[in-house]
């Protein structure tokens, strides 16, 4: 009799179907830019920019799609010729704790996919960001800031990937229970510490200084019952022309971050704007949102590990001699693709009215819709953002609305607001 094994055909179906869609997208993206500037942004661009700006979509799509075919080119043949199944063999020959082993196995596969990532890296930064006028990195920055990453993703993950194992190994059926604590804990860790202990290892923050656009934002913070003393400019312009605001950290570690490419270019009217958007989303409570959201997505995930993590075809399908707790969680990222990717088309449906609502906020507090606009705008064309992305597009991977949405979302807004 002859025993089938399913789980092979549906993997390669999932990579391979992927990463056909995600091809699709991205080439329907670049043919939806338009070659006529959209009437919204006359004054802002020229004519020479703004086909500067498809060529650099155009480029940058065309890098992640080869980057994209290497990987899972890649992962098809170490799944066929059985590559997982020989570094595990490689990290049982130390004959250490099942753990340890574990850590050694799933560090290797980091570190080889990390290492062959930087020559796409390299060539986004060195050549594509550098002929669009956006490099600023030099070499120096560039392998340590790669160092600091591989550091630090080796610590917080050595940590966290013990801890999942160890109640995998111990705790029977509930180890997902567990593990989804575990996790939702340490995100919630590092979402306090990161603004003070994680980001200053890669840039300089510093309270943004005296002066008419620290008096603006503090009237208007006052006006908005909002501390200001978590009002930061970050040193962006050291590795990139880009210019972006953000809103991080939680409690008293909560800060705003204006990027000091963005207070170079900025009216002080923009920036205000963009600073009431930001008081928006911690008005609406948007990061904690994110981090439930984030947490039933892990709670989701850990639930259908429990059913994958021991079972011997799944193993089989990717050639492993050995069950393994370590092996089964990292396999099971390849079965667990589409589940991801439809949780992400819901968080980000979810961040795109999140944007919205925060833009929406700015509008009824500050009363300068037209501000907000040409903030937009001077963000747009200082990025060489897409202006007309395909919808398809959008709706799969967009965590903001097109910019072209968003105005027109103000316009109606600040129309209907007293």
């Known amino acids: ?18 990463y056909i869609v995600s091809c699709v997208i991205e080439k329907l993206d670049v043919m939806n830019a338009s070659p006529v500037l959209p009437r919204e942004f006359e004054g802002y661009y020229d004519a020479e920019k703004y086909q500067k700006s498809q060529s650099y979509l155009k480029k940058t799509v065309q890098l992640g799609i080869i980057e994209d075919t290497f990987f899972t080119f890649g992962v098809i043949v170490f799944i066929i010729t059985g590559w997982f199944n020989l570094i595990d063999s490689f990290a049982r020959s130390f004959q250490q ?68 194992l160890w109640f995998f190994s111990v705790c029977g ?106 008081i928006g989303h911690y008005k609406h409570k948007d990061i904690f949102k994110g981090l439930a959201v984030s947490t039933a997505s892990a709670g989701l995930m850990f639930f259908t590990l429990s059913f994958f993590v021991s079972n011997k075809e799944f193993f089989a399908a990717f050639k492993m001699e050995n069950i393994s707790i370590y092996a089964g969680l990292f396999l099971f990222t390849f079965l667990y693709r589409p589940v991801n990717d439809l949780f992400c088309i819901g968080t980000n449906y979810i961040s795109r009215r999140f944007e919205i609502l925060a833009d929406s906020f700015s509008v009824e507090t500050y009363k300068h819709p037209q ?48």
């Open 173 to 278: 059926s509930w180890a997902w229970a567990y593990s989804w604590i575990a996790l939702t804990v340490f995100e919630l860790f590092v979402a306090f510490i990161a603004p003070v202990a994680i980001m200053p290892l890669f840039n300089k923050f510093t309270p943004l200084e005296e002066g008419e656009l620290k008096a603006a934002i503090t009237a208007y913070a006052y006006s908005q019952d909002f501390k200001i003393k978590g009002i930061y400019k970050m040193d962006a312009s050291r590795r990139s022309a880009k210019s972006n605001a953000f809103f991080t950290g939680l409690g008293h570690y909560k800060r705003i971050v204006l990027f000091d490419t963005l207070v170079t270019n900025m009216k002080i009217d923009e920036l205000v704007a963009i600073l009431a958007h930001e």
């Open 1 to 18: 009799m002859i025993v089938y094994n399913y789980y092979l055909p549906a993997v390669m179906v999932i990579i391979i179907g992927g």
């Open 371 to 418: 501000a907000m606009i040409s903030a937009l705008k001077r963000l747009s064309v200082d990025n060489l953002t897409n202006l007309t992305p395909h919808p398809l597009k959008v709706f799969l991977s967009y965590s903001h609305p097109p910019v072209l949405t968003r105005i027109e979302a103000i316009r109606i807004k600040s129309v209907s607001s007293p």
């Open 97 to 164: 704790a099942p753990i340890v082993t574990g850590l050694i196995f799933i560090g290797i596969i980091y570190l080889a996919y990390y290492i062959f990532s930087i020559p796409f890296l390299a060539y986004q930064t060195f050549v594509i960001e550098e002929k669009y006028g956006f490099n600023r990195t030099t070499f120096k920055t560039f392998i340590a800031d790669i160092l600091k990453s591989i550091l630090l993703t080796l610590f917080f993950g050595t940590v966290i990937l013990s801890v999942i």
